[in-house]
């Protein structure tokens, strides 16, 4: 069944809940991980945010016209959205929370546990120096892994000013993880 009959008048109800539960298992944990680190690793605020993401979906499907490839960007900007209605209600930072992992590699150490757990703190840290278009350009790229082509058209910009913007911010967030002590400590 492909996405696009989700949003067609002429697909059976059943048909839709089933078309758009496949689609929500295809795409939700992309959506919680661009949303858990656009909110500084606050997992109350994530899984509330995703989870409403997806009910305004399927409240506002009919409404969605495009390729089943410009859905997820469509999903993509209304978790975007909430989180901004949610920053502007809040009037200040949201509290900051420990980002949890609840999944361990059995064949990690609890060193290397504790080391990764501690780099993602200060990356997510690191991610709130960086403007919000910035930043919106390093979620799309390294937490859901977008090619710079489909960043620059989801954004509507030229793909060589990703590239530049994306090579800067990471200077800049390489920059201020070495002013803070941050030190890669993985084996190389």
């Known amino acids: 069944m492909r996405f696009l009959e989700l949003f067609s008048a002429r697909t059976h109800p059943l048909e839709e809940s089933e078309t758009f539960a496949q689609f929500y298992e295809n795409t939700h ?11 500084e690793g606050n997992v109350t605020l994530a899984e509330d945010v995703t989870t409403e993401t997806y009910l305004r979906a399927w409240k506002n499907r009919r409404s969605f016209s495009g390729t089943s490839d410009a859905a997820f960007g469509w999903v993509l900007t209304i978790s975007r959205r909430l989180l901004i209605d949610k920053f502007r209600a809040s009037s200040s930072r949201p509290p900051e929370n420990e980002l949890v992992d609840d ?8 060193e290397t546990i504790l080391l990764n757990h501690e780099l993602s703190e200060h990356l997510i840290e690191a991610l709130q120096i960086l403007p919000e278009n910035k930043r919106e350009m390093i979620l799309l790229r390294y937490v859901l892994g977008w090619r710079v082509n489909q960043i620059a058209d989801y954004l509507s910009m030229p793909e060589n000013t990703i590239s530049v913007s994306l090579r800067r911010s990471l200077k800049q967030l390489q ?14």
């Open 103 to 110: 999944i361990e590699d059995q064949n990690q150490n609890t």
């Open 29 to 39: 944990q992309n959506i919680f991980r661009y949303v858990m680190a656009s909110c």
């Open 175 to 188: 920059k201020y993880l070495i002013m803070q002590g941050v030190r890669d400590e993985r084996p190389e």
